[in-house]
């Protein structure tokens, strides 16, 4: 019975150490790497071949994409900075077929860019994001539009770094689960800020809020 016992217990220690050492970091292969690679190389970040080798090319790229994304530049793939490449965890939690990571991304980014806007303001720009995802003239990844170059001032201003308002997460499942106030629409902004000519040549779908929300 003792042996047993302890055989049970290294049997459940291996598989927690198992699943601590699931972190991919320099020396890692595998599928969890390829898509590291594919994302950052998306991004600018990586210029090497996504070969599912953590190497001491996408350790740097990883490290860059940390610094400039207000992680600690460790170079390694931990919780924190898979969440904001957004690739997602397998403990569920999410909402619509959406990861729990995929959730946390996407109430990060309503928070910086609808804070202070009425909550049916907060998931039309949740919806306008997933909209781009669908949309063939964006990226086919929530990480992907939400860290395409230019796409959010809220990247440029250290605001994706702010702590994210509990209303946020609300909206990005509300989002999620096919709420669009928006009405389809694939920009917005607050025309008391925009520089932009362009943006103000959209056709404007609806207004919540301070934000036009546009086709």
Same mark, same amino acid.
């Given at each position: 019975?003792?042996?047993?016992?302890?055989?049970?217990?290294? #049997?459940?220690?291996?598989? $927690?150490?198992?699943?601590?050492?699931?972190?991919?970091?320099?020396?890692?292969? /595998?599928?969890?790497? @390829?898509?590291?690679? +594919? %994302?950052?190389?998306?991004?600018?970040?990586? @210029?090497?071949?996504?070969?599912?080798?953590?190497?001491? !090319?996408? @350790?740097? !790229?990883?490290?860059?994409?940390?610094?400039?994304?207000?992680?600690?530049?460790?170079?390694?793939?931990?919780? $924190?900075?898979?969440?904001?490449? /957004?690739?997602?965890?397998?403990?569920? /939690?999410?909402?619509?077929?959406?990861? $729990?990571?995929?959730?946390?991304?996407?109430? %990060?980014?309503?928070?910086?860019?609808?804070?202070?806007?009425?909550?049916? /303001?907060?998931?039309?720009?949740?919806?306008?994001?997933?909209?781009?995802?669908?949309?063939?003239s964006f990226p086919n990844t929530l990480a992907g539009v939400i860290y395409q170059p230019g796409a959010f001032s809220c990247l440029n201003d250290g605001?994706?770094?702010?702590?994210?308002?509990?209303?946020?997460?609300? !909206?990005? %499942?509300? #989002?999620?689960?096919?709420?669009?106030?928006?009405?389809? !629409?694939?920009?917005?902004?607050?025309?008391?800020? #925009?520089?932009?000519?362009?943006?103000?040549?959209?056709?404007?779908? +609806?207004?919540?809020?301070?934000?036009?929300?546009?086709?």
């Amino acid at each position: 019975m003792i042996l047993l016992l302890n055989l049970l217990i290294i #049997a459940v220690v291996t598989r $927690a150490g198992g699943t601590a050492q699931t972190l991919s970091k320099y020396g890692s292969t /595998g599928t969890e790497v @390829k898509k590291i690679q +594919t %994302r950052l190389k998306q991004w600018g970040y990586y @210029k090497g071949s996504v070969d599912g080798i953590y190497g001491t !090319a996408t @350790k740097n !790229a990883v490290i860059y994409f940390q610094r400039k994304n207000g992680l600690t530049p460790d170079g390694v793939a931990g919780p $924190a900075t898979l969440a904001k490449i /957004g690739i997602s965890s397998s403990g569920g /939690g999410g909402a619509g077929g959406y990861g $729990a990571n995929d959730v946390g991304l996407l109430a %990060r980014v309503i928070s910086a860019e609808a804070r202070g806007e009425p909550y049916v /303001g907060q998931v039309a720009v949740g919806a306008v994001i997933l909209n781009r995802v669908e949309h063939p003239s964006f990226p086919n990844t929530l990480a992907g539009v939400i860290y395409q170059p230019g796409a959010f001032s809220c990247l440029n201003d250290g605001g994706i770094n702010a702590p994210i308002a509990d209303s946020a997460y609300r !909206a990005a %499942r509300d #989002a999620m689960n096919g709420w669009d106030p928006s009405g389809g !629409a694939i920009y917005y902004y607050n025309p008391a800020k #925009a520089t932009s000519s362009w943006i103000w040549s959209r056709p404007v779908i +609806t207004v919540i809020g301070d934000h036009r929300f546009c086709s």
